[in-house]
C-alpha cells in the first residue's frame, strides 16, 4: 500500500492481480478505481512526486504505470530482463523530486533497472551481483534529492550516482 505525496489518494496491491485505487478525505477511504495488471499478484507500489503517476510491481515480472488522471489504460508497463522467477519484479520507486523523472525497480535476484518516464522508453538494466551468480535484492530507494540510488542487497548497500548530464541523454 502507498499513499500519493499530496495525501488524497492510496493504492493498494496484494494476492490479486488487481490494483485497488482509493480516494481519502479525513479518516474516510472510497475505492475509486480496480485497475487490471498482468497475470500475478502485486508486490510493491509507489506514486510520482507529483501525485499523478503511480506504478506497481508484479510477481510475474512487470511494473504497470497509471496516470491517475485517465485511468481507462496503462501508461507504460515494463518487463523485467530475467523472464522467470528471478526476474519477479519486487520493488519499485519513483524519484523523490519531479526534475529528474526517474523509476526504478529490483527484479528477485541480481538486476536493477532505471526508466526514463518522460517517456517510458529509454531504460538502463544493472546487474548488482558477480557474473554467475545470483544475490537477492532486498530494496532500493532514492535519496531524498534524487541524486543517488541505494540498493540493498544480501550483505551489503551499493551507492550509485545518478548523473543528471549523462541521464538526460541515457
Not at 30 to 41: C, Y
Not at 70 to 77: E, I, P, Q, Y
Amino acid at each position: 500500500m502507498a499513499v500519493s505525496p499530496d495525501g488524497t489518494k492510496m493504492i493498494a496491491v496484494g494476492d490479486t492481480n488487481k490494483a485497488f485505487m482509493y480516494s481519502i478525505s479525513g479518516s474516510t477511504y472510497k475505492l475509486v478505481a480496480t485497475m487490471p495488471m498482468f497475470n500475478d499478484a502485486g508486490f510493491s507500489c509507489a506514486w510520482d512526486a507529483s501525485s499523478e503517476r503511480v506504478a506497481v510491481a508484479s510477481q510475474d515480472g512487470y511494473v504497470c504505470v497509471w496516470d491517475v488522471r485517465s485511468l481507462g489504460s496503462k501508461l507504460a508497463v515494463i518487463e523485467s530482463v530475467q523472464r522467470n522467477q528471478k526476474g519477479a519484479a519486487r520493488c519499485v520507486k519513483f524519484s523523490r523530486t519531479n526534475s529528474m523523472d526517474l523509476l526504478a525497480f529490483s527484479e528477485h535476484v541480481s538486476y536493477i533497472n532505471v526508466v526514463d518516464t518522460r517517456t517510458f522508453n529509454r531504460r538502463q538494466s544493472i546487474r548488482v551481483s558477480p557474473p554467475n551468480t545470483d544475490l537477492h535484492v532486498s530494496g532500493l530507494a532514492f535519496s531524498p534529492d534524487s541524486m543517488h540510488l541505494m540498493v540493498g542487497l544480501e550483505q551489503c548497500l551499493l551507492e550509485f550516482d545518478v548523473d543528471t548530464a549523462s541521464r538526460r541523454s541515457f
